[in-house]
């Protein structure tokens, strides 16, 4: 399997206090990942270093087929290349109806002169079989403030979704979701990583486990264990650190 | 443009019905093509109050829509008076040195008509010579060319420095109000080359025309009239669809546009620009109307009120903008300008010209903490009614 991203090395200090250390992964073109480790482990922070919010102090993140440097990049450049994030909270822009928010999503051209000459009418029947997918086609022109947690998450989906991207980055996607909304969920994300690649992070261990995916454990900064959820739960190491707690 | 866009649109319609039918009416009332009810020089406070409403307009788009809080856009709207003031003051001297030389024996070579201009100009600040500025001031078109070059360029660079180091919130509006400030100070100077704290005066002369100012007044009013429904238009037209869809977001959270993959900088950065060229273009037409600019114009607190008027109109709609703009200088010309009853209280007695700049400080308070919406906010009322009707 060919990778599509590989994160070597890299570690990240804020005022001195090591938030990522020394930390290598990789992942393949059309894989999933959990990615688990206890509050305060720098998940959210590897998350930012891919996606270009934060500048690591060292290592190298290389990505594609054509081995190019994230680094460099700013963060729409990397959206632009296919890499897609998830936000904790559920951040939709609440102003604007369910369409917009997937309209502004959809993978279209994103310069200032192209999206002023934007016309939507080719893309509305894409845009309602997005809201479909996602069970809000009755809220489609509803504002986006106007829907439930459990909703704003799913139209967050969809607008990943829209995105089509190469890599998908998920910070704790089923927070604050009940049951049913967890199953939905779940099937989605493993639907998306038949075709990409996805990395969720997830507290839940329920959830991890019907993701049925290989498993990373962070902790302090840096990756602790590799591999399937039943290998690395009983990894002593891992249990003294977050399992045990 | 289809129907869907008007009908997506029924502000705008209206906006322009009204502003044709307010311009017929000051045509039907004005002493020049009319019944003389209008006097010339409340025409060219309307006109001048249509100007004022343009740069409104702009200010809201970067502000309302885009959530750039620029205290800085009165420089622009500033900058564009100066050259088209430039040309003003250039052509309608030459006139009257070519006039006053007529009549010598030896006919004037080509320095001694430009030596004469340029004392005739800078003699006020002991100079004679022409500036290099000056070396388009000849023509018109080339000092046109200037009214939107020179501020967008000044807004380009400024905001390319500004938006590229993440500049946001307080700090870019402290750093748009240096900017103006900077501007200010150094037009001050008498050899900043338009003539320091004088300005450039006798701007409501156009050169080349002997129609009475009554008539000036109502050309300028048109044009300002024109520009403003061109403005609205341009404006609403822009913010349709999708580009206005990413400039809301920007403004509700622009990290989350980034990571959709848009050059939020690139957007800011558009926007920041075109509003500063279109706030240069009604300062263009504003000035002829005034007569004079000075470089107290473009002190800052002149942006701060024009964030005020936008404020208090409603901040996010065009016609908000409009609102707060005329509704504010209008009323400030009233209460400024003399014709506002004082109010003896016995011990003291309130004088409007003093005590106007406070009500509208208190207003402006009180519309920020009460009504975020701004008079506009009524207008959602009113729609809220026909509703549940
Ligand atoms: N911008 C920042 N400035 C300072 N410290 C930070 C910053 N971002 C994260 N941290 C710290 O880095 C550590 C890792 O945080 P985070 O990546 O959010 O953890 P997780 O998502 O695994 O709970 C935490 O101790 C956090 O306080
Ligand atoms: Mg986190």
Known sequence: MSTLLEVSGVSVSFDGFKAINNLSFQIGKAEMRAVIGPNGAGKTTFMDIITGKTKPDEGRVIWGDRSISLLGMSEAKIAQQGVCRKFQKPTVFEDQSVCDNLMMALKRRRSVWDVLKYRPAADIARLEQLADEIGLLGEFNRQSGELSHGQKQWLEIGMLLAQDPKLLLVDEPAAGMTPSEREHTTNLLVEAAKTRAVVVVEHDMEFIRRLNCKVTVLHEGSVLAEGSLDHVTSNQEVIDVYLGR | ?389
């Open chain 2, 1 to 389: 443009m289809g129907k869907s866009f008007i009908k997506n649109h029924p502000t705008l319609l209206i906006f322009l019905a009204l502003l044709a039918l307010f311009t017929l009416g000051v045509t039907i009332m004005s002493e020049a093509y009319g019944t003389a009810f209008i006097s010339t020089s409340f025409v060219k406070t309307l006109g001048k109050t249509l100007c004022l409403c343009l740069v409104a307009i702009a200010m809201d788009v970067v502000w309302g829509y885009a959530g750039i809080l620029s205290l800085g856009h009165f420089a622009f709207f500033g900058l564009g008076g100066y050259m088209v003031g430039m040309w003003l003051m250039y052509e309608r001297t030459q006139e009257v040195v070519l006039r006053s030389l007529e009549n010598q024996v030896i006919p004037p070579t080509e320095t001694e008509i430009s030596d004469a201009i340029a004392t005739q100009i800078f003699g006020v600040v002991g100079s004679a010579d022409f500036p290099l500025i000056w070396s388009f001031a000849h023509s018109l078109t080339l000092q046109l060319i200037l009214v939107v070059a020179v501020p967008g360029l000044l807004a380009l660079v400024f905001g390319w420095l500004a938006f590229r180091s993440r500049v946001t919130g307080v700090y870019l509006s402290i750093l748009t109000q240096a900017m103006t400030l900077a501007l200010a100070l150094y037009l001050f100077q008498n050899d900043s080359g338009l003539r320091g704290n004088n300005g450039l005066s006798g701007l409501q002369n156009l050169p080349h025309v002997t129609a009475p100012q009554s008539e000036i007044s109502m050309w300028f009013l048109w044009a300002s009239a024109a520009a403003l429904g061109l403005g609205y238009l341009f404006f609403t037209m822009m913010l349709t669809g999708k580009f206005g869809m990413v400039v809301k977001g920007i403004r509700d959270n622009e990290q989350r546009v980034r990571f959709l993959g848009y050059e939020v900088e690139h957007y800011k950065l558009f926007l920041f620009t075109v509003t500063a060229i279109v706030a240069a273009v009604a300062g263009a037409l504003y000035y002829p109307q005034a007569g004079i600019i000075n470089p107290a114009e473009i002190m800052p607190i002149a942006s701060i009120y024009l964030a005020v008027w936008v404020a208090i109109g409603g901040r996010g709609r065009l016609y908000g903008a409009v609102i707060g703009a005329a509704f504010v200088s209008l009323l400030s010309t009233w209460f400024t300008g003399g014709q506002a009853p004082d109010i003896p209280l016995g011990f003291y007695t309130i004088s409007w010209v003093d005590w106007w700049q406070v009500l509208l400080g208190i207003s402006f308070v009180l519309v920020t903490l009460y009504a975020p919406k701004g008079i506009g906010g009524l207008f959602d009322l009113l729609k809220c009614k026909e509703v549940q009707k």
